[in-house]
Nanobody, 123 residues
Framework: QVQLVESGGGLVQAGGSLRLSCAAS????????MGWFRQAPGKEREFVAA????????SYADSVKGRFTISRDNAKNTVYLQMNSLKPEDTAVYYC????????????????WGRGTQVTVSS
């Protein structure tokens, strides 16, 4: 199994920046891709960004494209989400996820999930 722990969440003003980290442990050799998802109260969990573990290919939701950057450090088994030009609508709990089989935008494809980290953007 894989364990994921997110960190880096917090409170920032609109227009500010924040970097989230997700450290993976356990069967990390089995990871094919990792992704970030977010969920606001009363709303469905939505895809934010994903990265393939070997090649580093990336995919972004339209709502964050150009503002967020996903990256990974394979040696550290860690994935990052650099968030710039933050907006109040980015406020949510952000979850890190790992997929053993595919590189996907669909949360149902992911096998492991972290517990989440809160990001709050004030206006």
């Amino acid at each position: 199994q894989v364990q994921l722990v997110e960190s880096g969440g917090g409170l920032v003003q609109a227009g500010g920046s924040l970097r989230l980290s997700c450290a993976a442990s356990g069967r990390t050799f089995s990871i094919y891709a990792m992704g970030w998802f977010r969920q606001a109260p009363g709303k469905e969990r939505e895809f934010v960004a994903a990265i393939s573990w070997s090649g580093g290919s990336t995919s972004y939701a339209d709502s964050v494209k150009g503002r967020f950057t996903i990256s990974r450090d394979n040696a550290k088994n860690t994935v990052y989400l650099q968030m710039n030009s933050l907006k109040p609508e980015d406020t949510a709990v952000y979850y890190c996820a790992a997929d053993e089989e595919s590189y996907s935008r669909n949360g149902r494809a992911y096998d492991y999930w972290g517990r989440g980290t809160q990001v709050t953007v004030s206006s």
